[in-house]
């Protein structure tokens, strides 16, 4: 059974940091893109920024870029986001998500993924 687990998220100021933690299991972690989108209040679900191992290829999209990294741990099958300058705009659902046949390249991996955790809270206060 495919499992995607996030953690990390809580309430911080603005300038503040968090690392949010995808833990995976159920499915060969290299051969998977893992992806992290965001639901704002009122907003639809946006993807933010995607990894694969097998190739080591990343996307940020572009309001988080330079403020987010995307790492992962093969060892552990957890893939991270590090957030740091955190804004208010950037208060939102975190979800993670896997996709088997898409890659991270350009944002077809938005429309490719097929599991989903649950989400995780962020809130950053101005």
């Known amino acids: 059974e495919v499992q995607l687990v996030e953690s990390g998220g809580g309430s911080v100021e603005a300038g503040g940091s968090l690392r949010l933690s995808c833990a995976t299991s159920?499915?060969?972690?290299?051969?998977?893109?893992i992806g992290w989108f965001r639901q704002g209040p009122g907003q639809a679900r946006a993807g933010i920024s995607c990894?694969?191992?097998?190739?080591?290829?990343?996307y940020y999209t572009d309001s988080v870029k330079g403020r987010f990294t995307i790492s992962s741990d093969n060892a552990k099958n957890t893939v991270y986001l590090q957030m740091n300058n955190l804004e208010p705009e950037d208060t939102a659902v975190y979800s993670c998500?896997?996709?088997?046949?898409?890659?991270?390249?350009?944002?077809?991996?938005?429309?490719?993924?097929?599991?989903w955790g649950k989400g995780t809270l962020v809130t950053v206060s101005s």
């Open positions: 998500a896997a996709g088997q046949h898409t890659d991270c390249s350009g944002r077809l991996w938005v429309d490719g993924m097929e599991s």
């Open positions: 159920g499915f060969t972690f290299d051969d998977y893109a």
């Open positions: 990894i694969r191992s097998s190739d080591g290829i990343t």
